[in-house]
């Protein structure tokens, strides 16, 4: 099983975005939305080893994507927005570095007409955006060491162009979607764990761990697995033939709970995918936010009110802003919140959240806001929701397995993630103060 250090990453390029509301019109982004997406997030980052000999770069997990990239070589002429220190991979250190070529099999069925090869001797570049990440570069391969264990030939990206302005030092990202390119496809990874932090919690660590190579299996494990707590499971949805994005990681979300009540007003199958692909939940761990389908939102936001304002407590943002639902911290915290739940597809498969999962403070603490927002042509469960328990995809039997942690069991290792900063620029418009 492999773990690795996970801390945090908020990327700036977020806040235009994330100042709007979703607005979606086929499936839940299109592919300049998905960027914008997953450019949004508070995420993991761990460690990896690439070359020979192996040089450690840190990358962002997002199980939205399946590019693995980093940034190569010191560039005069490239466009790059990380800061000059972000740690940089040098091809010419490594033995085993090879690029891909614009006529092998491999260029032209990953990248079809996109590659940008004007000579059959020229390398297989990725477009900007291409890979739902603003950076474009070349395919190449080389060896990935995880553990002591030696991968040749690993496919990934070396990434010239990087237009995300920080990603917390680290110096790319590792796909783990379902596609092709991920790692999660390339090392044959028949399970993944990881454990978000929540926020302001400093007793406990974040970590990723996976199981992987098939029959042989390998683990790879830094810091302590999470042990105790209640589990359930929720089936990971096979693709339909027409999905939007057959790649992700789509669960069957069949209703929410407040205070332990249905809400009944969501009907049966609200969230599932529709026979145009659009719909459907998928899960991110690069987006802190969730987001629901609007008229889902509109049924659990009246319901979040009614319950506060029944105990003396008004909102400061206006009913009809959708984007928003906040309140004065210093009323909010004498207040019963109302317990949310998700409830999936499954035997008690019930995920019941805490406070934490679902609002946050924000305005230097001023204001406590819902971190849930409305969109339209699918929703999104983002790493905040997650928060505090350990996500666990069993890739091969197709399960998503939540745990939360026992009472007084010690926290799994590594690095804390931070959200804050983000979720200041989601939740609070400048003239709510």
């Not at 990358?59 to 490239?78: H, K, Y």
């Not at 614009?102 to 990248?111: A, G, K, L, V």
């Not at 949805?237 to 929410?256: C, E, I, R």
């Amino acid at each position: 099983m492999m773990a690795k250090e996970a801390r945090p990453v908020i990327k700036q390029s977020a806040k235009a975005y994330m100042e709007q509301k979703v607005q979606v019109q086929q499936g839940i982004a299109s592919r300049s939305g998905q960027q914008m997406a997953t450019d949004s997030s508070g995420a993991l980052v761990f460690d990896l080893s690439i070359g020979t000999s192996p040089q450690k770069l840190s990358v962002v997990m997002d199980i939205t994507t399946e590019l693995v990239w980093a940034q190569c070589d010191a560039c005069s002429s490239c466009v790059r927005f990380t800061p000059p220190t972000t740690p940089t991979f040098l091809p010419n250190n490594s033995r085993s570095f090879a690029v891909v070529g614009c006529t092998s099999q491999t260029c032209q069925r990953m990248i079809p007409g996109e590659h940008g090869c004007t000579h059959d001797d020229d390398p297989c570049g990725y477009p900007n955006d291409f890979y739902g990440w603003n950076t474009s570069g070349v395919l190449a391969t080389d060896t990935f060491t995880f553990g002591t264990t030696p991968v040749p030939g690993v496919l990934f990206g070396c990434s010239g162009d990087i237009m995300v302005p920080d990603l917390a030092g680290a110096s790319g990202v590792a796909g783990f979607s379902r596609g092709p390119l991920s790692l999660v496809s390339q090392l044959n990874i028949s399970s993944f764990t990881y454990f978000i932090t929540p926020h302001g919690d400093p007793a406990s660590k974040s970590f990723v761990s996976w199981t992987w190579g098939g029959a042989a299996d390998h683990q790879f494990a830094a810091g302590q697995m999470l042990t105790g707590g209640r589990r359930s499971s929720t089936p990971l949805l096979a693709a339909k033939k027409n999905q939007m994005y057959p790649d992700l990681y789509y669960v069957n979300l069949t209703g929410l709970q407040v205070d332990g009540q249905l809400l009944t007003a969501i009907p049966p199958g609200f969230f599932d995918v529709r026979p145009t692909g659009t719909g459907g939940v998928f899960l991110s761990s690069t987006l802190p936010v969730t987001y629901l389908e609007e008229a889902a939102y509109n049924v659990l936001r009246p319901e979040l009110v009614r319950r506060i304002q029944s105990q003396g407590v008004a909102q400061v943002t206006a009913d009809d802003d959708v984007n928003n639902l906040c309140f004065l911290t210093r009323d909010f915290s004498g207040v019963k919140i109302p317990g949310i739940a998700l409830v999936f597809d499954g035997a008690d498969a019930t995920m019941e959240l805490k406070v934490e999962n679902y609002f946050f403070a924000v305005a230097d603490g001023q204001l406590t806001c819902l971190t849930i927002l409305p969109s339209i042509g699918g929703s999104i469960l983002g790493s905040l929701l997650q928060a505090g328990r350990t996500m666990t995809y069993d890739i091969h039997g197709g399960q998503l397995t939540f745990q939360t942690a026992a009472a007084g069991a010690p926290m799994p290792g590594v690095w804390p993630m931070i959200m804050a900063t983000l979720l200041v620029w989601v939740l609070c418009p400048e003239n709510f103060l």
